[in-house]
C-alpha cells in the first residue's frame, strides 16, 4: 500500500504564491504517476497539472502559466508551485498517484485566496 500526505496549504491573498508539497510513504518503488486535483465547495473534482514518469506535463487551462508542478522521483514526492493566486483557486487540494495496479489519494490540503 501506498500512503500520500499533502502540505503547504493555507491561505494568501490574491496575487500570492504558495507551495504544496505531496510526499508518498509505504510501498513507493510501485509509484509511476503523482499529480495534483482540486475540488472547490459546490464543484466536482478537476485535474490541476500532472507529472509522468517520462517527463509529459499536463495543466488545466485555468492555471497554465501561473502553476509548475515537479517531482522528485528519488524522494517520490510531487510540488505545485502556485504563483499569482485568484480566489477562483480557493479548493482543496488532493495528490493522486497511481501504480500498475492501483490508485491511490492524499486526504487533501486547504487553499484559500481572499482578501
Known amino acids: 500500500q501506498v500512503q500520500l500526505v499533502e502540505s503547504g496549504g493555507g491561505s494568501v491573498q490574491p496575487g500570492g504564491s504558495l507551495r504544496l508539497t505531496c510526499a508518498a510513504s509505504?510501498?513507493?518503488?510501485?509509484?509511476?504517476?503523482m499529480g495534483w486535483y482540486r475540488q472547490a465547495p459546490g464543484k466536482a473534482r478537476e485535474l490541476v497539472a500532472t507529472?509522468?514518469?517520462?517527463?509529459?506535463?499536463n495543466y488545466a487551462d485555468s492555471v497554465k502559466d501561473r502553476f509548475t508542478i515537479s517531482r522528485d522521483t528519488a524522494k517520490v514526492t510531487a510540488d505545485l508551485r502556485m504563483n499569482n493566486l485568484k480566489p477562483e483557486d480557493t479548493a482543496v487540494y488532493y495528490c493522486?498517484?497511481?501504480?500498475?495496479?492501483?490508485?491511490?489519494w492524499g486526504q487533501g490540503t486547504q487553499v484559500t485566496v481572499s482578501s
Open positions: 493522486h498517484g497511481r501504480s500498475r495496479l492501483y490508485s491511490y
Open positions: 509505504g510501498d513507493v518503488a510501485t509509484i509511476i504517476y
Open positions: 507529472f509522468t514518469s517520462g517527463g509529459y506535463i
